[in-house]
């Protein structure tokens, strides 16, 4: 698949209003005022015939959501060949129908809370498949990860429309090609890896940009997309930065202006451009609750 060069495959649009909802109140002096808050559905996934989970999201790119959630779980190997993917919108249900038979019953049994917002879910094993993961020594120039900080704030986004969002990106070099968002940065994360899955976007010269912290999770989830790189706004956890130094995942946080930390995968950096010459991030005029 050819990618176009300056331009979002895939941007946010804060104008779709099923995204968001007018709610009245009152600010700190007593007015009346009126916000726009995220809408937040629930959506069951489906593999075949079997219920997987019930996930809360937004309701955008309900099948890519779908398909990511099952790859990055484990349930869609490689070279599974999914035939269908029907979304009823009405039951919000999305049903994933692959070529061969799939059983997950025990592992669908045994699943772990995560710390993402909105309460993720992880089925079966966290780590497993970790200790199989090679990731591609692509290097990562410091040009763009300020290109790309730069480009990415300043994109129209349901967070700068109304906040309590969280948002991934899908980047190569210092271009943001696919960026997604909802009320938990796993859910955006998914959407991404399903794309990726159905499109037949290879990882091995990506990126991936988030503005919530670097768990565990996370990094699990970057990992076994096959991307070497893993860079957020947010700071990290102690399990998240020993599991990438596990697996050779560059992860690289607290990107703030000129200023960012790099706690693993150091190796990949280039520093091609000079910190000083990149000015200080400004104050944004948008909403700071959702970060």
């Known amino acids: 698949m050819q990618l176009p060069d300056t331009n979002y495959i895939i941007a946010p649009d804060p104008t779709l209003r099923r995204l968001t909802r007018p709610v009245q109140g009152f600010d700190h002096t007593g007015a009346a005022v009126e916000i726009s808050v995220v809408e937040e559905r629930p959506l069951t996934i489906y593999l075949n015939r079997q219920e997987i989970v019930t ?7 309900p099948e890519y959501l779908a398909i990511g959630f099952l790859r990055n779980q484990g349930m869609l190997a490689d070279d599974e060949v999914i035939t ?5 919108e009405e039951l919000e249900v999305v049903v994933v129908r692959t070529a061969s038979q799939t059983t997950f ?3 669908v049994q045994k699943k772990t809370r995560t710390s993402g917002c909105a309460v993720g879910t992880v089925f079966g094993d966290m780590m ?4 199989q993961v090679v990731l591609p020594q692509a290097e990562l120039r410091t040009s763009w990860l300020y290109a790309l900080a730069h480009k990415i704030n300043t994109t129209p986004s349901l967070y700068l429309e109304a906040g309590a969002i969280h948002g991934t990106v899908l980047c190569q070099g210092d271009r943001p090609l696919v960026y997604m968002e909802d009320v938990g940065r ?8 399903g794309w990726m899955f159905r499109e037949g976007i290879p990882a091995h010269d990506k990126i991936l940009y988030t503005t919530g912290r670097l768990t565990s999770e996370m990094v699990i989830k970057c990992a076994l997309m096959g991307i070497p790189v893993l860079a957020s706004r947010s700071g990290f956890t102690a399990w998240g930065v020993e599991i990438a130094r596990q697996v050779g995942l560059t992860c690289v946080g607290r990107m703030r202006g000129k200023r960012f930390v790099c706690l693993s995968g150091e190796d990949r950096l280039v520093r091609d451009i000079d910190p000083d010459s990149v000015p200080d991030e400004a104050r944004k005029s948008g909403r700071k609750g959702g970060k």
């Open 128 to 131: 497993e498949g970790l200790d």
């Open 186 to 193: 796993h859910n955006a994360v998914d959407k991404i890896a």
């Open 55 to 61: 996930a809360m999201t937004i309701g955008d790119y």
């Open 84 to 88: 269908a993917v029907d979304y009823d």
């Open 105 to 107: 019953e025990e592992k």
